[in-house]
């Protein structure tokens, strides 16, 4: 229903920041949850944090709270994730991701998206 392009990933020590972006084409995100996931080769996908793109409402993982922050920017139809304070466990694959509008709830649940990105790899370094 929409492409989801990734940017923005790349290498930082820990303590860096990174800000990834997430460029939509096809459809507003608007009616939609929008989410950010990250993955490495030893855990499941797992949930970073979501926006409410109507009302800009954020929900993040404990993991994450406090440092990373979830926005979105209407005239450039482009979700972003800035990470800050970024420690080596942050280092994963990172998606973001449109959840279909029948959904209810913060969005941390993965089968609830129904469109994704390539991903873009955020590597932290000690």
């Not at 800000?19 to 949930?47: D, I, V």
Request: charged content about 20%; hydrophobic content about 30%.
């Amino acid at each position: 229903q929409v492409q989801l392009v990734e940017s923005g990933g790349g290498l930082v020590q820990a303590g860096g920041s990174l800000r990834l972006s997430c460029a939509a084409a096809g459809r507003t995100f608007y009616t939609y949850t929008m989410g950010w996931f990250r993955q490495t080769p030893e855990k499941e996908r797992e949930f970073v944090a979501a926006i409410t793109w109507s009302t800009g409402s954020t929900y993040y993982a404990d993991s994450v709270k406090g440092r990373f922050t979830i926005s979105r920017d209407n005239a450039k139809n482009t979700l972003y994730l800035q990470m800050n304070s970024l420690k080596p466990e942050d280092t994963a694959l990172y998606y973001c991701a449109q959840r279909g509008p029948h959904w209810g709830g913060p969005g941390d649940r993965k089968y609830t998206y129904d469109s994704w990105g390539q991903g873009t790899q955020g590597t932290v370094s000690s």
